[in-house]
């Protein structure tokens, strides 16, 4: 199925701040077949580049990761806001495009040498896919790829990270 994602992503002036527009995808995830179909492409490009595990950043990242991994039949990894976890973690710190945060993973989350694609909604400056990179690396796992329903490109995320191999389903200049 060839689908038109943009048609299930609604562009919402000035949120959460004046300036921003904000590109919400919860249109994809209520219509069933367009959510499998989305999560299908993701799923796709995993299994090419050969991931044995998912990560996903709270939250929105935990809604599109998971569905990819049970249709790979490979485990789901979140990388969590601090304090979420219960037992010993990695933490790194990032700049958002509206703020900063933090990103934690449980420190036995990856086996060393697992190959990880890391699956989020959007990526703007690319600084959450940043810390993940990094709390996967210090874990000794390997990212193979980063997959997204949409990217920002002008934001320049690509730059900052020439090594890492990027997929998205729609781009927004
Ligand atoms: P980055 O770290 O790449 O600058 O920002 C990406 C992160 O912020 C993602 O986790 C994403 O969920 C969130 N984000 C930033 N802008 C938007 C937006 O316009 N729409 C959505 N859905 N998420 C956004």
Redesign the pocket.
């Known amino acids: 199925m060839t689908v038109d994602f943009k048609k299930y992503i609604a562009s919402v002036q000035d949120f959460p701040n004046k300036g ?6 919860t249109p994809i995830l209520s219509d069933g077949e367009i959510f499998r179909a989305a999560t299908h492409e993701l799923a796709e490009y995993a299994k090419k580049r050969g991931a044995d595990v998912i990560v996903g ?1 709270e ?3 935990f809604i599109v990761g998971c569905p990819v991994a049970t249709e790979l039949g490979v485990g789901f990894v979140p990388a969590r806001k601090p304090h979420k976890l219960p037992r010993e973690v990695e933490r790194a710190s ?5 703020g900063s945060n933090s990103l934690e993973m449980h420190k036995d989350a990856i086996k060393p040498g697992q190959k990880v694609v890391i699956c ?12 993940a990179i990094e709390l996967i690396e210090r874990l000794g796992g390997e990212v193979v790829g980063a997959a997204f329903y ?1 990217e ?1 490109p002008d ?1 320049k ?1 690509r730059e900052k990270l020439p090594n890492v191999d990027i997929f998205s389903l729609v781009q927004y200049h």
């Open positions: 921003i527009v904000f590109r919400d995808i950043p939250a929105r990242g990032y700049d958002l495009e509206y989020d909604d959007l990526m703007a400056t690319a600084g959450t896919l940043h810390a949409v920002l934001l995320g």
